[in-house]
């Protein structure tokens, strides 16, 4: 079967179109994180992470920092081809996360970064809850733009005309696949972040890196990048500057697996 059969349309077409402007657009994650992926996640050298739709590997360096063996799945190819490139020490697998290439009990932690909302299910969650060792992690982490500053809220404005049915973090639907019986309760931590760089790659192509917004016909691209560079000229706080600052909230999510109990008769 395609690899990406079962992956919705807009991260198939929108991912495929958009690979290079999604290294180009998207932002890093705050310094924090390496703390949580030590001490909440338990990485270490010694210790094996999966990287589940790990797209381009926007977050792999983050990974290999801690010392640990990184495998890195991911269904679409002109994704995965720029992170193997990119990170050669990282083992790259075409899958999905119902479908992981993996043996059971084979990982000690699995991450999903910018990725769970788009397979937020029970058959995905026990897949994974297959390939993790006992009592191994589960890590979800979400970059996501801070829509309590009024013209970060009008470039989501923008964004989310177009989504359609494509799953996305903040509608907090990718929830509902919890809880599930083989992981424990959810622990959640926040940080902030920002994203700095040129306006032309923090928010025209973070935007343009969007599945949906990527995936659109070329007029309908041009159009909202009109409309995102009359917003930028009508902004005091980004007019005219080379260099800008889009505020973000990091999400980060752990739940440790734990052992089914069996059903009774």
């Known amino acids: 079967m395609d690899s990406t059969s079962s992956i919705h349309h807009s991260a198939v077409d929108g991912y ?16 924090e994180i ?3 992926l030590r001490d909440t996640l338990g990485l270490h050298a010694g210790a094996t992470v999966l990287d589940l739709g790990a797209g381009t590997g926007k977050f792999t360096p983050r990974l290999l920092a801690t010392g640990a063996s990184v495998i890195a799945v991911e269904p679409v ?16 697998l075409v899958g999905t996360a119902d479908a992981i290439p993996l ?5 000690d932690v699995v991450v999903c970064a910018q990725a769970f909302h788009w397979f937020a299910t029970a058959e995905a969650l026990d897949e994974i809850h297959r390939v993790l060792k006992p009592g191994g992690r589960l890590g979800l982490v979400w970059n996501m733009r801070d829509a309590r500053v009024p013209w970060v ?3 989501d404005r923008i964004v989310n005309e177009f989504e359609g049915d494509a799953p996305r973090y903040y509608t907090g639907a990718w929830r509902q696949a919890f809880p599930h019986p083989g992981f424990g309760p959810m622990d959640e931590r926040h940080y902030a972040n920002g994203h700095t760089g040129s306006p032309e790659d923090v928010i025209l192509n973070r935007v343009r890196s969007t599945s949906f917004i990527s ?8 159009g909202v990048d009109e409309r995102l560079r009359t917003l ?8 005219g500057r080379d260099v ?12 440790v697996r734990v052992d089914r109990v069996a059903s009774a008769p």
């Open 77 to 92: 190819a002109a994704m995965l081809d720029k992170l193997a490139a990119s990170h050669p020490e990282v083992r790259p």
């Open 232 to 239: 930028i000229d009508a902004q005091p706080e980004l007019r």
């Open 103 to 107: 043996p059971d009990a084979s990982v």
């Open 215 to 222: 995936a659109l016909p070329p007029e309908q691209r041009a």
């Open 34 to 36: 390496a703390g949580w």
């Open 153 to 155: 809220a009008a470039i």
């Open 244 to 255: 800008v600052t889009i505020p973000y909230d990091t999400a980060a999510y752990c739940l």
């Open 16 to 31: 495929t179109k958009g690979a290079d402007t999604y290294v180009r657009g998207r932002p890093d994650y705050p310094p």
